[in-house]
């Protein structure tokens, strides 16, 4: 978790992470639409963050 907060791709997963856990499960009456927009950006985040490859693991290889 002390990591987390040193990386970039691991802060944004792990607040977007609690952002969507707050959203689902908080009973708040939210809209719809903003629900659907978060979720699918929260999507796209994610598989952009774990599809990258990091140049240092690429130049090892």
Do not use: H
């Amino acid at each position: 978790m002390i990591k987390a907060w040193n990386d970039l791709k691991s802060f944004v997963t792990v607040i977007m992470t609690i952002a969507m856990v707050a959203l689902l499960f908080i009973p708040y009456d939210i809209n719809k639409e903003v629900l659907m927009l978060f979720s699918t950006s929260y999507g796209a985040v994610m598989t952009y963050f774990f599809n990258k490859k990091d140049k240092n693991k690429e130049s090892e290889e």
